[in-house]
């Protein structure tokens, strides 16, 4: 089945701990990215990558990292968490030729 | 950079028609809908490309005026199933970010 994966779907932490979201799609897709999103604020662009090793700055990448070292795979990184990055996350993929960007299950993070 | 969507949300009856409009300060290469249903994941609509035809399906379709960078998406004989957010989503270019607009509640009544 074609699928986005994300784990954990729920997390709650506490600032300043270090935090790895998985992301993974099946798809052989070149592009991925990542979102949050928060009431009244709509979905907002973290990170997007083009294909391997090649990754770009979202709408708000600020303390946010991400790598692209195979297609499949693209994990968001939060170094030092705040309470302000409380939010629901989705990993999305899609084929450069097509544009229709699969979206993953969502992540949803707490910071305390 | 962030489009505006209006209306912010609508009530329909079933079978009546909405339009949500999407616009840009900047010029636009593509236009993406989505519709996102409570608790679940946006799931995608449909693209319109710069210099592309208005696309469709079933009874949504869109169009896409790059003079105005405005899209429109067309809602006809609304169903049950439509209900839920609408996001609209730009590209200046290919390759570039993605920006979502705040969204559009669209409920749909019996």
């Known amino acids: 089945e074609a699928q986005v994966t994300q784990n954990p779907r729920y997390l709650i932490t506490v600032t300043g701990k270090k935090l790895t979201v998985t992301c993974s799609q099946n798809?052989?897709?070149?592009?991925m990215s990542w979102y949050r999103q928060d009431p009244g604020l709509g979905l907002r662009q973290i990170y997007y990558s083009m294909n391997v090793e090649v990754t770009d700055k979202g709408d708000v990448p600020e303390g946010y990292k991400v790598s692209r070292k195979e297609k499949r795979n693209f994990p968001l990184i939060l170094e030092s968490p705040s309470p302000n990055q409380t939010s629901l996350y989705f990993c999305?993929?899609?084929?450069?030729?097509?544009?229709?960007?699969?979206f993953g299950p969502g992540t949803r993070l707490t910071v305390t | 950079q962030q489009p505006v969507q209006s209306p912010q949300a609508v009530i329909l009856r079933e079978g009546e028609d909405a339009v949500i409009n999407c616009s840009s300060s900047?010029?636009?290469?593509?236009v993406h809908w989505y519709r996102q249903k409570h608790g679940e994941a946006p799931v995608f609509l449909m693209i319109l490309l710069k210099g592309g035809e208005q696309k469709g399906h079933d009874k949504i379709s869109a169009s896409f005026n790059e003079k105005k960078q405005q899209s429109s998406l067309y809602l006809t004989a609304s169903q049950l199933s439509y209900s839920g957010t609408y996001f609209c989503g730009t590209e200046i270019d290919s390759g570039y970010a993605l920006n979502f607009g705040k969204g559009t509640s669209l409920l749909v009544t019996p």
């Open positions: 798809m052989n897709h070149e592009y």
């Open positions: 999305a993929s899609s084929s450069i030729e097509t544009y229709e960007q699969y």
């Open positions: 900047k010029a636009l290469y593509s």
